[in-house]
């Protein structure tokens, strides 16, 4: 069975089965745009929470904040993602499609068990379930 690996932990990485992919897209997760090209989610909107700094913009619920193509991105291990790349954009989470069954390899990076620091990074192709954009196609 395959599995989906959601993060990586300080001890091991937190999976899921496949079945379970249709739980919504999360970040990191790949898009397959109507191009054919792929970008990724970035952030899922849950609005702004305690303590984010005035300023900081968050994706509305409902809605995510996404990478055009699938650039650099870093799996931090609570789960979520920094991504060097662009352009982003922000959509309705309604616009985007789980493509059930399909795991699709994707490419991140962590630090090595060096530590961190120049040349110490990881380069890690992860399962995760392919979601399809839906939506208007003037982005």
């Not at 990586?8 to 999360?26: D, E, I």
């Not at 789980?98 to 192709?125: C, K, M, N, Y």
């Amino acid at each position: 069975m395959t599995r989906i690996i959601e993060t990586l932990g300080h001890n091991a990485p937190l999976v899921t089965t496949a079945v379970t992919t249709s739980r919504g897209p999360k970040a990191g997760d790949p898009i397959r745009w109507p191009s054919g090209e792929y970008g990724r989610v970035d952030q899922v909107g849950i609005g702004k929470p305690s303590g984010a700094r005035l300023g900081d913009e968050w994706p509305a619920e409902g809605h995510v904040h996404v990478c055009d193509q699938l650039g650099s991105a870093h799996l931090h291990h609570t789960g979520t993602v920094s991504i060097s790349g662009g352009p982003f954009r922000v959509i309705p989470i309604t616009h985007l499609e789980w493509v059930g069954g399909v795991i699709h390899p994707t490419p991140f990076w962590s630090w090595s068990e060096l530590g961190q620091g120049a040349g110490r990074g990881a380069d890690l192709w992860l399962p995760r379930p392919l979601f399809t954009y839906t939506g208007p196609l003037d982005l």
